[in-house]
Every structure is written in structure tokens, then in C-alpha cells.
């Protein structure tokens, strides 16, 4: 017969807290507690909450797997995209125009035709690259208070022809439309220094002036 008088476990009832927690650090904890608890009760007859503990370990698992997903595809998507976006527009770009455009907000093929031409004509073709420097545009916020809505990011570019070269691009998160936000995930322009013959800059119509 069930022993109504029983004292809940304190592993179960932290479990249960954890378990429902707005961090992953929270969540698994919650998991392990509720592990924990289920040892204690088995060894305390005298207490309750198993099932509450099995609910922490449900719940605590489910939430940490979302937890995990969501931070695996904001790196792969969002990280990735900011971290190695214009080096990978460029080297696709190079062999089709067409898979350089959608990097872009605005972008146009025949634009981008020209620009990777003119890129080619200058300095060879790309070898790889690498971000060295991000900067948050002035007055926007943060998103998730993680990540600038909008960033200025810098970028040093290896050619065949050109060992190193500069390139600043705009970074856009998220898309101010309307008094909302959409996301957006992707550049508005890039610029690639030259101080000899001038920069090269995609959209050729881009303001970049007062944020290199």
C-alpha cells in the first residue's frame, strides 16, 4: 500500500527545478539529479518521488537535446556563415557567379560577374582566408544578447598572384523591415582594399564610407 505520509526526496524536487531550467548547464544537471534521486528513494524507503524523477530525467534530456541542436545549427549557420561567408562566396563564386550572389542581400549576377573578374584580374585566384576581426555597428543590439544584429567583420585573403589582402564586409543577422526584425543571415556589402587601384566593392551601389 502506497505510504502517502512519505517525504518527498529533496533530489527530486531539485531534479524536477533543474530539469525545467532556461540552460543547458541547468537541464543536465536536472538529468543527473534525477538519477541521483531514483538511487536515494531505492536506498530511503521512506521517501517519495520517483516518478517525479523520471520526469526530471525526461524532461532534462528532451531539453538538453533541443539545447544541443539549436547551438549545433546556430554554429554551423550563423557562426559558420559570419566567420567564413565572403572567403566561401569568393571560391564558389570563382567557378559559378551564380552560388556568389545568394551571399548577399541585394546582390545582382552581373555585378557579381565583374567584380570576381576584376578580383581574378587583380590578384589571382583565392587560396583560402580567414576572419581576424569583428566589430558591432554602432547602435544595434545584440541578438539573444549573443550576437550583433548587424557586424562589421574583417578578413585577410591569401591569392595566387597577391599574398595577402584585405576585405571588410557588413555582416546583417537580422534585417530591420517594417519596425521588425527578419532573419536574415547573410552580407549587405564587401569591400576589398586597394589602396593602388582602388577598392573593389560588391554591391557597386553600397554606402560603406562611414563603416570600414
Not at 524507503?45 to 526530471?56: E, H, N
Amino acid at each position: 500500500m502506497k505510504n502517502n505520509s512519505a517525504t518527498l526526496n529533496p533530489w527530486a524536487f531539485v531534479a524536477i527545478v533543474c530539469s525545467i531550467g532556461m540552460c543547458p548547464f541547468f537541464t543536465i544537471a536536472g538529468v543527473l539529479l534525477g538519477v541521483r534521486a531514483i538511487v536515494d528513494i531505492k536506498a530511503r524507503p521512506g521517501t517519495r518521488g520517483i516518478r517525479l524523477a523520471w520526469v526530471a530525467i525526461f524532461i532534462g534530456s528532451l531539453v538538453t537535446g533541443l539545447w544541443g541542436g539549436g547551438m549545433l545549427w546556430w554554429n554551423i549557420n550563423v557562426r559558420g556563415q559570419m566567420q567564413h561567408g565572403p572567403v566561401n562566396a569568393i571560391l564558389y563564386g570563382e567557378s559559378n557567379e551564380s552560388a556568389f550572389v545568394p551571399y548577399f542581400i541585394d546582390g545582382k549576377q552581373e555585378e557579381a560577374i565583374e567584380f570576381l573578374a576584376e578580383m581574378n584580374k587583380r590578384y589571382g585566384n583565392l587560396v583560402s582566408g580567414k576572419q581576424i576581426e569583428s566589430t558591432q555597428v554602432e547602435g544595434e543590439e545584440l541578438a539573444f544578447y549573443l550576437m550583433p544584429l548587424q557586424a562589421i567583420l574583417k578578413y585577410e585573403l591569401h591569392f595566387t598572384d597577391v599574398p595577402t589582402v584585405l576585405l571588410t564586409a557588413k555582416f546583417v543577422l537580422f534585417d530591420k523591415q517594417n519596425e521588425t526584425r527578419q532573419f536574415t543571415n547573410k552580407f549587405e556589402w564587401i569591400c576589398i582594399h586597394d589602396k593602388e587601384r582602388g577598392d573593389l566593392i560588391y554591391p557597386s551601389n553600397a554606402e560603406v564610407g562611414n563603416e570600414l
